[in-house]
């Protein structure tokens, strides 16, 4: 990862199911559908993510180089490359992290490029952020009571009519029926009073992945999320993907481990030196000769 990554690597330690870890260990989630009150992912498009000739430079480094790429609508396309190819720079100029040198970003039919990352959140483009040290003071409820966009600050609350009070207590009973119905989509919710600072590693993937959720998004951007996760959260959390996927939200997943990319994305996109290398379906990419000369001369 670059130095500019911000979503990823947590401190627990694989294997380490946290505290009240989950007795049963199984996934439990199956039939569970999510009701985030807000009518679920709204994109028109058929192809909701372009990206157009997008470059960065880093002094001499050109991290991406003249990159394009498509993400179709409901999908779960898995972005690849070996290191150092691209991948958390493409992520960083998508959500607005970083601005690029040259090219251009589109979400929903509308020109995003260099616009500030809140910006393009409130868009419905949305990237999983590392729970930041303030927020581990907090509880996990605490937590995702904070997440949601639109809400009405602490510091308006304090000055404000009666009515509009009346509407901000009514928008937080709704918020917290829409916050259990999320810790219950994601099984965590016998540990909504524990410190988010205190869970393990998975854990802290799935609140992160929650408190994502909360924000409304049409598209999530996840890089590596499944790091220092243990095989039964990983499998877990592979499970939640593929049921939103299927309820129509969109995934571009950045990840390492080749297995999963191939048995879970319907789509891959290898970049190669900044640049996209080749697209297809992962029959396609494990097929391909000039992705096999790349990753095993770009010690993977
Ligand atoms: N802030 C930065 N300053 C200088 N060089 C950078 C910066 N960020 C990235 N790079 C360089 O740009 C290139 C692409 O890096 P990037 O992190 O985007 O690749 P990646 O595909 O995510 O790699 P990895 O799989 O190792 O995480 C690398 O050569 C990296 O060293």
Redesign the pocket.
């Known amino acids: 990862?670059?130095?500019?990554?911000v979503t990823n690597v947590d401190g627990g330690a694989a294997g380490d199911d946290g505290p009240n870890a989950d007795a049963a260990g199984a996934p439990t989630t199956g039939s569970t559908s999510l009701d985030l009150g807000s009518g679920g992912p709204n994109v028109s498009e058929e192809y909701p993510l372009q990206v157009e000739a997008l470059r960065k430079s880093?002094?001499g480094?050109t991290?991406v180089d003249d990159a394009s790429f498509r993400v179709k609508q409901g999908s779960l396309t898995g972005l690849i490359?070996p290191?150092?190819?691209?991948?958390?720079?493409?992520f960083n100029l998508i959500t607005g992290m970083l601005q690029p040198d040259s090219g251009t970003v589109t979400f929903d039919g509308e020109d995003i490029t260099g616009q500030r990352p809140h910006a393009i959140a409130n868009k419905g483009l949305v990237r999983t952020f590392q729970i930041a040290r303030e927020l581990q003071e907090m509880t996990v409820l605490e937590n995702l009571m904070l997440a949601p966009k639109g809400q009405r600050g602490e510091a308006l609350w304090r000055s404000v009519t009666p009515g509009f009070r009346d509407t901000v207590v009514e928008q937080e009973t709704e918020l917290l029926e829409r916050v259990w119905n999320v810790l219950e989509f994601f099984d965590i919710d016998h540990i909504a009073e524990e410190y988010a600072g205190n869970l393990s590693g998975g854990q802290r993937k799935l609140l992160e992945m929650a408190r994502a959720l909360l924000t409304d998004p049409d598209m999530l951007l996840l890089d590596e999320p499944f790091a220092g996760v243990n095989p039964s959260l990983e499998k877990r959390l592979l499970q939640h993907i593929h049921e939103l996927r299927e309820e129509g939200y969109t995934f571009l997943l950045v990840e390492?481990d080749m297995d999963l990319i191939m048995e879970n994305c319907e789509r891959v996109i290898v970049?190669h030196q900044?640049r996209v290398l080749t697209e297809g379906s992962p029959d396609e990419i494990q097929a391909n000769e000039e992705v096999i000369e790349a990753y095993l001369g770009g010690n993977v």
């Not at 990862?1 to 990554?5: A, E, K, L, Y």
Request: hydrophobic share 30%; glycine share 24%.
């Open positions: 990862m670059s130095d500019s990554d880093f002094g480094i991290a490359g290191n150092g190819a691209g991948k958390s720079t493409t390492h970049l900044g």
